[in-house]
């Protein structure tokens, strides 16, 4: 049987299921990885040169192998290229885009190296498992070093249509590094199709169906929605309840409503537009004064980006703004926080709210909306509040689906769930859990795993 070798940017540390950590990825792809797995990538750590030699840990079968990165390569393919020029790009959002020609020159030299660090732990009859935006060139990389086995990739944030993706400079190059995987997947049909568009109308690909033609050979393109372990995600926040820690969560809450957010503090996830919206619920329905306590959990991220830093300044200030407005002196309307919280007792903080808010602008699927669903107590659910363009919107219908630009529709949801009868909230998590229960962790990797093994 072939061996499965994982790629991310980020490799987790060995064992570390449960752990506090606020990355979809590492948390989807751990429920499934056997022993025999081979998973290479970056340590996390800089150095003043890129590491030629993986260093290789073993846990629990698996085969952790991982470089580090040397500064200015951290520098031009992390901060740079990936997270400034593609990450805002992929969200739409161009204004943030930045571009510098060494830091795609950047990109594309660790990309070579991650490539070459691997090459020799590569067995040729291995399936190559590469995810998101900042591996898109490893595969060619890889077929330079001799590499014939299959390579897949995986993109876990959006995809744009060709009027939003012409305005990269190197669009056409990065296309055809796509091209190079034998398989290349998407969260939603409307992210593939995008793709698509692109590789015919910018790339001159011929496109047929979801295949690409590039030189005869054909590239299968195709939409697996990640998912959650949920009956585990279930049972954590099931088991959280009996803590003292959410004891003393409900304690604080005096029988207030909880409204929950987490997420990286990141501007795709639409936090200022969600703070305009709680103050809004505030100013028009005053009948929830006292009886609402909104909790955002924002674990910092990526703080070297420069657009990182203005969001937190512009959240500090927002969230001052609403409790200053609106705190009595024995209620404070907004509790913001900015350190990571442990999975179980986010798992917890989940089952106990009345309202898991989930505003994105934009995100290619969003895991928090699924785990919320999961986290319900049956009997007494909360009420999802998700934004129409997270990926997760295409399947959890039954959500109260909002446009998260309209602070006043956002409003006018969370008072729609604050007054939402037993029996409505009952209807819609069923339908909700059923989805989330159906489109698993497990099942994204058996489609994606199974279609790259062609
Ligand atoms: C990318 C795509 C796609 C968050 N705060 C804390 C914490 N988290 C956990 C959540 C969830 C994970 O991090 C975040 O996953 P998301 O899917 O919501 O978002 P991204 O990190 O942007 O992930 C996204 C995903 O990849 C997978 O394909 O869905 O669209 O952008 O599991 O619970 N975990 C802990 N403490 C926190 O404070 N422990």
Redesign the pocket.
Known sequence: MSRLVIVSNRVPPPRTKG???????A??LQSFVEPGTLWFGWSGRTAPETSSEPRIVEGGGVQYATIDLGTQDYARFYVGFANSSLWPLLHFRLGLMRYRREDFDGYLEVNAAFAAALRPLLREDDIVWVH?YHLMPLATALRALGFRGRIGFFL??PFVPPSVFDALPPARGVLKALCDYDVVGF?TRTHLQDFLDCASRIGGFEVEGDDIIVAGRRVRAIADA?G?DAPGFARIAQRSTGTAYIQRVRESLIDRHLVIS???L?Y??GLPNRFEGFARLLARFPQHHRRVSMLQ?A?RSREEVAAYQSLRRELDRLAGDINGRFSQFDWVPLRYMT?????TK?AGLFRVARIGLVT?LR???????K?FVAAQDPADPGVLILSRF???AEELTDALLVNPYDSDEIAEAMNTALEMSLEERQERHAALRRAVFEVTSARYCNVFVDALKG
């Open positions: 752990a506090a950590s606020a990355g979809g990825l948390v989807a998101d876990h944030i969260q990640i959650i987490a997420e990286r990141d795709s996830k959990i674990a350190q990571t919280v442990a999975r986010l994105p995100d290619g699927m969003n895991l928090v909306a785990e997270a990926g997760a």
